[in-house]
């Protein structure tokens, strides 16, 4: 696609529920990242994949935290028995070089526990 | 701690006027990139700056970066409302092999 999509936009969700969030890269880029962006903060680095690289999961805060991607397509990020904490905005963004150069963002999808 | 420092937090202004915020670290990156995000979207690239002492201008924007490679510098002159945003510095950190990003500058630009 022409930018990067991610879905849903917006969810709320019960605390100890299960969600799955969803993001579709620019085609071609091989780069995909994933950051959660707190309100107020700067964007926390959860993991990255690069083409069929084993992915860099080293910013996952917790086991509850998955996420996916096949090949350079669509990636998806589970959190598992979602905590109050988990509430956030998480921001996908796919390069076509890898770290060091510019990332195009999606939207985000707005995280809400309650 | 952040690795990237960024200063001041919050700023308000009002429309005309010429401001700087600043992107500082400890530590000496390859390069440096800025971004712009505002409300309900993602951030999005407004320069990348690579040698020490490098100086990009976009239109009314100027950015630098220190000859250590260590904090880099945005300048906006005469600024306009449509410049509000969250202003975010970022910088490879290759032991993560991510992007870290600074907690970012909010300025308003008041008419």
């Known amino acids: 696609g022409a930018g990067v999509s991610q879905s849903p936009s917006n969810k709320v969700t019960e605390k100890g529920k299960d969600v799955e969030l969803r993001c579709d890269p620019i085609s071609g880029h091989t780069a995909l990242y994933w950051y959660r962006q707190r309100l107020g903060q700067g964007l926390e680095f959860l993991i990255y994949f690069q083409g069929n690289s084993a992915p860099d999961k080293s910013g996952l805060p917790s086991d509850r935290f998955s996420a996916e991607r096949t090949g350079e397509s669509v990636s998806t990020l589970t959190i598992q028995r979602t905590q109050q904490e988990d509430s956030a905005v998480y921001l996908c963004?796919?390069?076509?070089?890898?770290?060091?150069?510019?990332?195009?963002f999606g939207s985000g999808t707005r995280l809400t526990v309650v | 701690t952040q690795l990237l420092e960024q200063s001041p937090q919050f700023l308000s202004i009002q429309e005309g006027e010429n401001l700087t915020v600043y992107c500082n670290s400890s530590?000496?990156?390859?390069?440096l990139q800025w971004y712009r995000q505002e409300p309900g979207e993602g951030p999005v690239l407004l320069v990348t700056v690579v040698t020490g002492g490098e100086v990009k201008k976009l239109k009314r924007l100027t950015f630098q970066f220190g000859d250590a490679r260590k904090d880099s510098s945005l300048h906006i002159t005469a600024a306009q409302p449509g410049d509000t945003g969250l202003y975010l510095c970022?910088?490879?950190?290759?032991?993560?092999?991510?992007?870290?990003f600074g907690a970012g500058t909010r300025l308003t630009v008041k008419p």
């Open positions: 970022a910088g490879p950190w290759y032991n993560n092999n991510d992007m870290r």
């Open positions: 963004a796919s390069s076509s070089r890898g770290r060091g150069y510019g990332y195009t």
């Open positions: 530590s000496v990156f390859s390069s």
